[in-house]
């Protein structure tokens, strides 16, 4: 006789392992000013999440299979594992290009902890049950807003940024002992069948684009003889991969569940909302350090906003669900998305801090409300044995648009930096901007220096934010195309 799961007790090890990647991006995005200004190589700032993003991006359609293939926990061990293993080595980094190595590692590990989170928690709870579990799942970003910026910027001042790396390892070790007692699974009896091919040509597919769009303008011009043949490569390896996909006996992506159009839609949206989350989430404490001259506890604490927004929202979105269907909800969810990008592209100085958390905080009611509808919905249409891939291809969306987001944002902003430069006549370059991070780096150069460096790096970011509300009109359009109905009419357990 099988045991039965521990459902509580689960939950709570679920939502652990949400608190360590959630803390990892709110720790991180706010030390990220101080670390760049430490191991210097500001060009290569925006690498340090797009090679993390890379990883995590590929590796959840293969940790989604593998998860429906031989079942939730010991895929979720590995991935968990490697996470935390590359956690640790990122401490150890002395270097911008070290950084970026072991933040690769992390993001191979990072493509298991969400996904299969999530799918455990589709597995043990029902759809109705799910719509409300997500509120407590979702609160688990306003726990991490709160204490992530705060402990983040404790380690900062007062100790070293290594440990915002190492702080989540022991929650990591704790959710998979509980995991691992308390979990238990039907045993998965279907042969494996992984696709590795299709694996190897979206990561190189994707990683050419990536080379394009952040190294182009800096290493070599994009439309010069490498860069057009860096784009073309990506194209053909594009092709080959969506080949590969309607080819293969177990593809990565499948097809089939993308003809529902609830499914279509709610990833499409997912792709331009990852565009959204990784531009704000990545380059604000940038503004309010760099610009705005804050220190990195209230960088972080303008991220905060996000952070509590969106948990709000999602318990919100999970009462509703229910009973208005996923269009409303996602509906209102987009058009928050609208208005706190807008917020951010009229913001300035002399608005300060507070403005700037409150359009987070609009961003992060737009997360709450569409993560919710689309993550309850897809679960529920699809059966047990799809659930994995269903929701890692959700997650691999959402994880491509951050990937897309961090290179093209990044692209933006050092295009943008260089051209100032060049109008302007001014000497500097893009790793001077490491100075305007720290108060004792704009110490270091003259006034008129600091106002130059700060005036170019606030209208660099302005178009990052003018890049960031376009992908927010392109949401709430995107999301006018998901079928009317209620969640009941897409229940297929």
Known sequence: MRKETNRPLVLAAVMLAMFVGAVEATIVTTAMPTIASDLGGFSRYSWIFSSYLLMSTVTVLIYGKLADLFGRKPIFFIGLTIFLIGSILCGFAVSMEQLIVYRLIQGLGAGAVMP??????????????????QGYLSSVWGVSAVSGPVIGGLLVQYVSWQYVFWVNVPLGILSM????????EPKETQKASVDYKGAFLLTFALSTLLIWLVEGGQGFGRLSAIGIGLIALSGILFWLFFRQERRAKDPLISFSIWRNPVILYANLVSLTTGVILIGVSSYLPTYVSGVME??????GFTLTAMSIGWPLASSLAGHLLIRFGPFLVSFA????????????????TALGPIWAGCSSFFIGVGMGLTNTSFIVTI????PRVQRGSATAA??????FGNTIGASVFGAILNGTLITYFAKEKLTYTIDDVNTLLTKDG?????????????RGLESSLHWVYIAIAVFAVISLLLILRIPRGKVQDYVNN
């Open 116 to 133: 299969i989170a999530t799918t455990i928690i589709g597995d043990i709870y029902s759809t109705e049950e799910r719509a409300k579990i």
């Open 294 to 299: 804050q220190p990195a506890i209230i960088a």
């Open 394 to 399: 959700n997650m691999f969306m959402k994880n």
């Open 333 to 348: 969810g987009g058009v928050s998305l609208v208005i706190g990008t807008t917020m951010f592209v009229f913001m300035n």
């Open 442 to 454: 704009r110490s270091m150069i003259s006034s008129q220096g600091l106002d130059s460096l700060q």
């Open 379 to 382: 679960q529920g249409a699809v």
């Open 177 to 184: 002992g509980v995991i691992y007692f308390f979990l238990h």
